[in-house]
């Protein structure tokens, strides 16, 4: 588990004599550029964060390239809910739907908890390259936090403790780190007994937020056996580019695309993903309709 922080990574740790598995990652590079690109305020940048951080746990074994994990909540709180993406060759991207929620209702010193409400609707969608689904689950989640919901979500495999960070700098993410603790076949229940309560009292989280190497989980965990798999990169990355924006301009109805055309204006497209912003000119969109005779 020992990463640079520029270096944005998943891995997966093993306890062979308690049969305990561990999925860790450290988003924060990736949570930092995202943050920036969707102009976040700090709360907000934070919660975003967390949420990357449980996407790149939840997608671990996501492996073939092209594969896609596709992770959906809608909050009854203020952030409104959220949309992370995770490819199999580990490029991340997401966003809140709302990224700004303190400026609808300035309230100093609100948690960023605060934004999230009481209860999260969740759906979990796993993508073939081609584009078909593999497997979908649809889940609620109370409080509607990131840490309930990717703890609602893990559990459907095996039963689990979940613990989110992301500390601030500066006004946006500092160390936005996820770790998971699932009990696998045979494990020890005692064991896992025992290391839950350490995610439950907040030890783990507060670990995670200044270090998190592995000689430092060992003995906070109390695992003197724990290993580490093969680390797996995650960087920041968007699928969009200019040719599928045209490509979902040119989808839409003759009308429409004739209403884009007054005022003679070049328009902008955002990529509600990763921020990016495409334009459009006017004779792009003529091109368009062109084509559609
Ligand atoms: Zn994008």
Redesign the pocket.
């Known amino acids: 588990m020992v990463l640079a922080r520029t270096n944005d990574s998943a891995v997966e740790a093993f306890c062979p004599k308690e049969r305990l598995r561990f999925l860790y990652a450290d988003v924060s590079a990736t949570a930092r550029r995202l943050a920036e690109s969707h102009g976040c305020t700090e709360p907000a940048s934070l919660l975003l964060g967390r949420v990357l951080a449980g996407a790149a746990i939840a997608g671990i074994d996501l492996v073939e390239p092209g594969e896609r994990l596709v992770l959906s909540a809608d909050l009854a709180g203020r952030a409104g809910g959220w949309l992370v993406e995770l490819e199999g060759d580990g490029r991340l991207?997401g966003a809140l739907h709302e990224n700004a929620p303190d400026t609808l209702d300035p309230a100093p010193g609100t948690a960023p908890d605060d934004f999230c409400g009481p209860v999260a609707t969740g759906k979990s969608t796993r993508l073939r390259a081609d584009g078909e689904v593999r497997s979908q689950v649809a889940f609620q989640a109370r409080p509607g936090t990131p840490e309930t919901y990717f703890a609602e979500l893990l559990s459907t495999m095996a039963p689990c403790r979940v613990a989110l960070v992301a500390t601030a700098y500066d006004g946006g993410p500092d160390r936005v780190r996820a770790l998971a603790l699932q009990l696998v076949h045979e494990g020890s229940r005692r064991a896992f007994k025992r290391v839950a309560k350490l995610f439950e009292d907040g030890t783990v989280a507060d670990t995670l937020a200044y270090d998190a190497t592995l000689p430092t989980m060992r003995e906070v965990l109390g695992l003197d056996d724990l290993v580490t798999g093969p680390t797996r990169a995650i960087a920041f990355g968007?699928?969009?580019s200019e040719e599928r924006v045209l490509a979902s301009y040119a989808d839409l109805s003759r009308p429409v695309l004739e209403g884009m055309l007054r005022p003679l204006r070049p328009r902008e497209f955002r990529?509600?993903?990763?921020?990016?912003r495409y334009t459009i000119t006017p004779e792009q969109i003529v091109r368009i309709l062109q084509r559609k005779d």
């Open positions: 991207r968007c699928s969009c990529c509600h993903l990763c921020g990016r």
